[in-house]
């Protein structure tokens, strides 16, 4: 794993502390007029994060509540920064506040008490029967080999690539470009691309799965809708574990419907339906702004120092050694 460097901290710091941008994802006052690029689109080009603390269902705490007042949002915060960065004397894994810490501050974002809004008590819908016996059987873990471990074991993916692009616990970091047939969506955790063809073409036909599934784009007015089918059995998004539990699976029935709207020249409003009939008795639907900062976006190298995966699997070997005698 790459671990950001200072000058890129201190560019970050001081690109935050100087230029104005709406932190909690609010529309400025002011008229503004959306930049275009050379084709007449919207321009979604840059680095953007989509680093919060607003976790993806609404805790029972705030149950019935929408929205966070300021002070509300204030605490929130600062109860799940001290929660990120905290670490006990003897939890040597990481330096947490080294590996959590960027450049930016992590929000609540538009104060939601949730990052579902649909259904509208913030919580994701009823599991189907089907969905319920494959999230149990999700749950039993195996050692048998690589593959039967969890794509980030393997650093396939950390599910915030997905769609729907949920985050990341530490750089959620991702740089969007465009053509004017394609819109390209660059993560830096773990370094997938996505291309998005604008350009009418149909969907690759079932028989063809990918583990992002087959997106298509579209511009509805100011807004990029990406239309996302085809996936795979193996779930390509998951929530960061510091905002959702970590049992939220997708079938191959999965389909996504995404939505980028520049709100402001430091600001993308995201919106994502999602919808398994498979999985769960009905669609739902989140959002979370997508903040500017400065970048670059880094290579991750996961595979380079990915000890952990040797480690499980000669465990398990021993274990089952020591059972045989």
Known sequence: MACRTIPALIVATVFVSIVPSPLDGQVPAHTWNVPRTGDGDPDLQGYWTNATF?????????????????AEAAAFESRKRQQELGQASDDIHYDNVIWQSEGY??????????LIYDP????????????SRRVAATRRSSADSAQSRTLGERCISRGNEGPPMLGANYYANLQILQTGGLVVIRHEMI??????????????????????GDSRGRWENDTLVVDTINFTDVPNFRAPSSLARQDIIASRDLHVVERFTRISADAILYRFTVEDPTMWTRPWSGELIMRRWPGPIFEYACHEGNYGMAFILSAARAQEKAAAK
């Open 105 to 114: 501050e992590k929000t609540v974002s538009r104060k939601r008490t949730s």
């Open 191 to 212: 370094h997938g691309a996505r291309i998005v063809p604008l350009d009418g073409r149909g969907h690759l036909g079932p028989g063809l799965r990918q583990l992002g």
């Open 120 to 131: 509208p008590d913030g919580r994701l819908p009823a599991l189907t029967s089907e969905g």
């Open 54 to 70: 607003t976790p993806l269902e609404r805790p029972a705490e705030l149950a019935g509540k929408e929205f966070m007042t300021d």
